[in-house]
């Protein structure tokens, strides 16, 4: 929480808005560390390569573990 009492989310978080994000961008799971590639994609979903984060289906989560996609990090 800030000063002003609004949530500011934790440090890497993009909190759901895929505005934020770059086509190339790498996301990475907070619960398990599994890391979402655009260059990679997502052979459990049948997501294929050059797929960006933003263009994910809406129901789409972490492969590995289950997380909501909104709850990834950005990668620097």
Request: charged letters at 25%.
């Amino acid at each position: 929480m800030s000063i002003d009492g609004r949530f500011q989310g934790f440090e890497g978080s993009y909190l759901g808005n895929r505005e934020v994000l770059r086509p190339e961008s790498r996301l990475e799971c907070k619960i398990c560390w599994w890391v979402f590639d655009p260059a990679v994609g997502d052979p459990q979903w049948q997501i294929p390569p050059g797929v960006a984060f933003a263009e994910l289906p809406d129901h789409w989560r972490c492969p590995n573990c289950d997380c909501d996609a909104d709850q990834f990090l950005l990668l620097p």
